[in-house]
């Protein structure tokens, strides 16, 4: 009995930055010393890294959200430290 794995590439999509020469100068370094295999992949893992803490914000605010509407429809009112005005506004002002 044989069993075929496949597995499924999502496929890259281009796009054009700008960025400050600093990342530039580290995605160069990290192909220099090997640690990524291209400009394009060492600013691919550079982007993956950061995007994880922002999975994690943008799950927190999810979560708070979803946490305050149940709040609403069980008729409790949110009022305490601004938290509804906070919500309304997002995060624009920090």
């Given at each position: 009995?044989?069993?075929?794995?496949?597995?499924?590439?999502?496929?890259?999509?281009?796009?054009?930055?700008?960025?400050?020469?600093?990342?530039?100068d580290?995605?160069?370094?990290?192909?220099?010393?090997?640690m990524?295999?291209?400009r394009?992949?060492?600013?691919?893992?550079?982007?993956?890294?950061?995007?994880?803490?922002?999975q994690?914000?943008?799950?927190f605010?999810?979560?708070l959200?979803?946490?305050?509407?149940?709040?609403?429809?069980?008729g409790?009112?949110?009022e305490?430290?601004?938290?509804?005005?906070?919500?309304?506004?997002?995060?624009?002002?920090?």
């Amino acid at each position: 009995m044989y069993t075929t794995y496949t597995q499924v590439f999502r496929l890259s999509v281009a796009v054009t930055i700008r960025t400050r020469p600093e990342l530039v100068d580290l995605a160069d370094k990290m192909v220099k010393y090997g640690m990524a295999r291209s400009r394009s992949h060492a600013f691919n893992l550079l982007l993956e890294e950061g995007m994880r803490v922002r999975q994690d914000e943008v799950r927190f605010w999810e979560e708070l959200h979803e946490n305050v509407n149940q709040m609403r429809r069980k008729g409790l009112k949110v009022e305490h430290g601004g938290l509804s005005a906070l919500l309304e506004e997002g995060r624009d002002e920090r």
